[in-house]
Each structure stands twice: as C-alpha cells, then as structure tokens.
C-alpha cells in the first residue's frame, strides 16, 4: 500500500510538471528531517524510492536502470517545521 501510495504521488508530481520526458535522468534526493538525529545514509531513501522511481518509470523516463537512471546520495538537512522529501532531477534528451 505505501509503495502505491508514492507511485501515485510521483505520478501525479510528473502531471502537474507538466509530463516531461528525457531520455536520461540524475536523480539527487534531499531529505528534510525534522530534529537531529545520526542517520544511515543507505537506508535513509530505499524504501521511498522504490514506490517513486516506479512511479515516475515510462513517464519521465524509459526504465529506471542504472543506464538510463542515475540515483545520487540523498543529502540530508534538517528543517523542524517542514519534514519532506524533494527530488532535485536533471534530465537529458
């Protein structure tokens, strides 16, 4: 269920983007926690990723392998009013 949830989120992000497409995407995420806390930066986007990426697959770009997907290191910030997760992603045609 929450895996659909975030395929339906990023869905819905793309439409209101206006539903570009690219041939190649680097994805960086950045994760807004809202206190201090020691955090593993592997796990910190796996499970949110997965339900996004797939989301996003066919409509902003072919597939989500690593050629035609590059998936950086999430940086990690704090912002104690504004908890969020943001996808800073540069396609290329």
């Not at 995407?25 to 809202?34: A, E």
């Not at 955090?39 to 910190?44: E, H």
Request: glycine share 8%; aromatic share 10%.
């Amino acid at each position: 269920k929450l895996k659909q949830d975030w395929e339906s989120y990023a869905f819905s992000a793309w439409l209101l983007a206006g539903r570009p497409k690219f041939d190649t995407v680097d994805v960086y995420p950045v994760l807004f926690y809202g206190c201090r806390r020691f955090r593993d930066d592997d796990g910190a986007v796996g499970h949110r990723m997965k339900g996004i990426l797939d989301g996003l697959k066919t409509h902003l770009v072919q597939d989500d392998n690593s050629e035609l997907l590059t998936l950086h290191t999430a940086e990690m910030l704090i912002d104690k009013s504004y908890p969020r997760l943001e996808l800073h992603i540069v396609g290329r045609k």
